[in-house]
C-alpha cells in the first residue's frame, strides 16, 4: 500500500510512502528533513558526491503536493543543510518551486541546521517558528516530549533494521508513533538515517520498496 491511515491524538492522518505525513480534515502536509543543498555543501567543502539530489526532492515534493489536497505546509524542520549548500542554482531551484505552490501556506518549524543555515532566502514566503500549535499537535523539530500537546517531529532520520535468516538484515526509514510524540522519517533524497527502537505500543510505519509495511498497531 501507498498510503495507511493512523489515527494520532484522536485524529485520523494519512502515513504516505513518499516519506509524508497528510491530515486530511485540515488539509496540512507534514514532511521533515529535505537537507535542500546538502550535497552542494558537500562539494564546496571538496567531496565530489553526485549533483541533481535538489531538484528531485523538490520535484518529489511538488508530486506530494498534487497527490493529496493541501492547503498547509509544515516543514517539521532542517528545510536547508547548511550555509555553503545556499548556491545560486539551490536557491534558484527552491525559489522557482516555491512559486509553483504559491497558493499554499508555509511554515518552517525551525530545524538545528536551519539556524546555522541563516534567514530563508528573500522571496520564499515561508513563515518560521520555533513550534507551532495545530489543533492537539505540537509541531516541533526536536522529538521532545512537550506538555502542550502530542509532538510531531523529524531531526533522528528514524529507520529500523528487518533481520533475515542468517546474517542478511536491512535499514528501512520508518514513521514512529510513540505514545506522545511522532517522528517523521527524512524526506530528503541525500541524508541517512538513525536505527531506533520502538516500545511493544509504539506505532511503526516502515518503508520498503514503494510501499508502507506496519510494524506496530495501526487502524
Not at 514532511?31 to 546538502?38: C, F, T
Request: charged letters at 20%; aromatic letters at 6%; a neutral charge.
Amino acid at each position: 500500500m501507498t498510503s495507511q491511515p493512523i489515527e494520532v491524538a484522536g485524529e485520523r492522518l494519512l502515513a504516505l510512502v513518499e516519506k509524508a505525513l497528510y491530515w486530511p480534515e485540515r488539509k496540512v502536509l507534514f514532511v521533515a528533513d529535505i537537507h535542500l543543498g546538502k550535497a552542494a555543501t558537500f562539494r564546496a567543502l571538496g567531496v565530489s558526491v553526485p549533483s541533481g539530489t535538489t531538484a528531485s526532492t523538490l520535484r518529489a515534493l511538488s508530486c506530494v503536493l498534487e497527490r493529496v489536497e493541501v492547503e498547509h505546509l509544515v516543514l517539521l524542520g532542517d528545510l536547508w543543510h547548511a550555509k555553503e549548500g545556499r548556491t545560486p542554482d539551490v536557491v534558484a531551484a527552491f525559489l522557482a518551486w516555491r512559486r509553483q505552490h504559491a497558493s499554499i501556506r508555509m511554515t518552517l518549524i525551525e530545524g538545528n541546521h536551519d539556524l546555522k543555515a541563516g534567514r530563508l532566502p528573500e522571496g520564499s514566503d515561508v513563515s518560521e517558528a520555533p513550534n507551532l500549535i495545530l489543533g492537539p499537535f505540537d509541531l516541533r523539530h526536536h522529538p521532545q516530549v512537550s506538555d502542550e500537546g502530542y509532538v510531531l517531529a523529524g531531526h533522528i532520520h528514524p529507520c529500523v533494521a528487518l533481520h533475515g535468516r542468517g546474517m542478511d538484515s536491512v535499514r528501512l526509514p520508518c514513521f514512529w508513533f510513540g505514545e506522545r510524540v511522532g517522528v517523521l522519517p527524512a524526506f530528503g533524497d541525500f541524508t541517512g538515517c538513525a536505527k531506533v527502537r520502538p516500545k511493544r505500543q509504539d506505532q511503526v510505519l516502515a518503508i520498503a520498496d514503494g510501499k508502507l509495511l506496519s510494524l506496530g498497531a495501526v487502524v
